[in-house]
C-alpha cells in the first residue's frame, strides 16, 4: 500500500509524454483526415501513420490518468472528495469554466460570430473546437459519482462500461456520448488508485517486451480494418448495417487503445519500480503546465496553419515539424506567462 502522502511519480511522467503526443498529433492532423488538408499538399502516407500512431491511446491515457488521480485523492483524503457539492461544483469551475472561456476564444477566432445566439451558448457549453475533452471529462467525474452513490461493484460496472464503449456513437447532447466511450478507461483508473490495486507484478521487463509486441501487432492492423469497414459505411444505408459498423469500429479502438495505454504505463511502473535517481523537476514542472498547453496549443496550430505564409514557405514536408515546436514551445511559455497572474492561475493553474 502506498503511504498517504505518496507521489504519483507515474503520473509526472506521463502527462509530459501525453502532451509531446496530443501537440504531435494535431501538428500532423491535416494528413489524417482530422483536419482538412491544407490545399495543394499531396497526401503523405508516413504522416497519415504518424498521426495515427500518436492518437492512438493518447486520449484514452489522459483519461485513465484523470480517473487514476482521482481515485488516489478519494482514497487518501477519504470520502468528502465524493460530497456532491466538492465535486460536482469544483470540477465544473476546473473544466466547464475554461471550457466556457475558450471556446468563446475560438468561435472569436476561428468560428462564425455571425452564429445564432443560441448555437453559440450551446456550443459554450459543449465544447469548440478541441474543448469537447472537458464537458466530456465532467461527465466522466459525474459517472464515477453515480456509481459510489449507488454502491455498484466495480465486476458488474466494468462489463457495462464496456457495453456503453461499444456503444458510444448514440447522439447524446453536451458530449455525454463521447463519455460514454471514455468512462471505462477513467473508471479503471479511478478503481486501480481507490481500491489500491497492486500492479507491481507486472512491473517486469517481459511484460513490457509482451504489451510492446502486441501494440505493434494489434495498433495497425487493426487501425487498417478500421478504415476498411468505415469506407463500407456509405454502402449499405441500412441502419443496422451502420450500428454494427460504428460499433465493431468503437471495439477494435478500444482494444488497441487498451494494449497501448497498458504498454505505456507498465513500461513507465518498470522504469520507476527499478529507479535510483529522483525525478527530475523539469518533468514534474512540465507537468504541472499540461493543462495550459492543452487549451492553448490548438489556437497556436490554426493561426500558423491558417493565417501565415508558413505553409507556403516550408512545404508539406517541413510544415507539420515546425508548427510542432513552436505550438509545444509556444504553449509552455505562454501557460508559464498566465499562471503568474490571477485570472490565468484560476483557469489553467
Not at 129 to 141: A, D, R, S, V
Not at 229 to 246: H, R, W, Y
Not at 280 to 296: A, E, M, P, T
Request: with cysteine.
Amino acid at each position: 500500500m502506498k503511504p498517504k502522502t505518496a507521489f504519483l511519480s507515474e503520473v509526472a511522467i506521463i502527462r509530459p509524454i501525453l502532451i509531446f503526443l496530443l501537440v504531435f498529433y494535431h501538428a500532423f492532423a491535416i494528413y489524417s483526415e482530422a483536419w482538412a488538408p491544407i490545399k495543394g499538399y499531396p497526401e503523405v502516407l508516413a504522416y497519415w501513420w504518424l498521426d495515427k500512431l500518436s492518437y492512438a491511446f493518447m486520449l484514452e491515457m489522459f483519461v485513465f490518468i484523470s480517473g487514476y488521480v482521482f481515485g488516489f485523492q478519494v482514497r487518501t483524503k477519504g470520502n468528502e472528495k465524493l460530497n456532491a457539492k466538492n465535486l460536482l461544483w469544483g470540477k465544473f469551475k476546473r473544466l466547464m469554466v475554461p471550457c466556457m472561456v475558450f471556446s468563446l476564444l475560438y468561435i472569436l477566432l476561428f468560428g462564425h460570430i455571425a452564429q445564432p445566439v443560441q448555437k453559440t451558448l450551446y456550443g459554450l457549453l459543449n465544447g469548440v473546437g478541441h474543448m469537447w475533452f472537458l464537458p466530456m471529462l465532467f461527465w466522466c467525474f459525474v459517472g464515477v459519482w453515480v456509481i459510489e452513490k449507488l454502491r455498484l461493484k466495480a465486476k458488474w460496472i466494468i462489463p457495462v462500461l464496456v457495453l456503453c464503449s461499444v456503444c458510444s456513437f448514440l447522439p447524446l447532447p453536451l458530449r455525454m456520448g463521447t463519455a460514454m466511450y471514455y468512462m471505462l478507461f477513467f473508471y479503471l483508473g479511478y478503481i486501480i488508485e481507490k481500491e489500491d490495486i497492486s500492479l507491481d507484478r507486472f512491473y517486469t521487463l517481459k511484460h513490457c517486451i509482451i504489451l510492446i509486441i502486441a501494440f505493434c501487432i494489434l495498433f495497425p492492423t487493426l487501425t487498417l480494418l478500421r478504415e476498411k469497414i468505415c469506407s463500407l459505411n456509405g454502402v449499405d444505408n441500412q441502419l443496422v448495417t451502420k450500428i454494427a459498423i460504428v460499433s465493431l469500429s468503437s471495439l477494435m479502438k478500444i482494444i488497441y487503445s487498451s494494449i497501448g495505454l497498458a504498454m505505456l504505463f507498465i513500461i513507465i511502473g518498470y522504469k520507476e519500480k527499478n529507479r535510483k535517481t529522483p525525478l527530475s523537476q523539469w518533468i514534474i514542472k512540465i507537468g504541472n503546465l499540461c493543462f495550459g498547453v492543452y487549451l492553448l496549443q490548438q489556437f497556436i496550430l490554426r493561426g500558423l496553419y491558417n493565417y501565415t505564409n508558413l505553409p507556403r514557405i516550408l512545404g508539406c514536408y517541413w510544415l507539420p515539424w515546425v508548427g510542432f515546436v513552436v505550438a509545444l514551445a509556444g504553449s509552455i511559455i505562454i501557460t508559464e506567462l498566465l499562471i503568474k497572474t490571477k485570472v490565468g492561475k484560476f483557469l489553467i493553474g
